[in-house]
């Protein structure tokens, strides 16, 4: 996929990890945790020894929406062990 295409990809997968945690980051910040989940997913299901994001499909959103909401769970729980 060419950049562009990550960038679309990864900020839809960001947009619905938000809705799935609750959202409260606000879309510039869904979008970009959505990117960097869709490339945390993919390489987190490499090395489990299956392709990650492999395209415009539905796996691969899959696999971007989970590495999102796992982003999203770790920022959260970093920022509120911070806080104390």
Not at 30 to 37: A, F, K, L, Q
Not at 42 to 48: A, C, E, R, T, V
């Amino acid at each position: 996929m060419s950049i562009l295409a990550w960038i679309v990809f990864g900020g839809l997968a960001g947009l619905v990890a938000g809705i799935l945690t609750g959202g409260g980051g606000g879309i510039i910040y869904d979008v970009i945790v959505g990117i960097v989940g869709a490339i945390l997913g993919g390489f987190l299901m490499s090395l489990i020894g299956h392709s990650g994001v492999t395209g415009w499909n539905w796996s691969s959103f899959g696999v971007a929406v989970l590495g999102a909401v796992v982003l999203i769970v770790v920022l959260r729980w970093v920022r509120k062990r911070g806080r104390r």
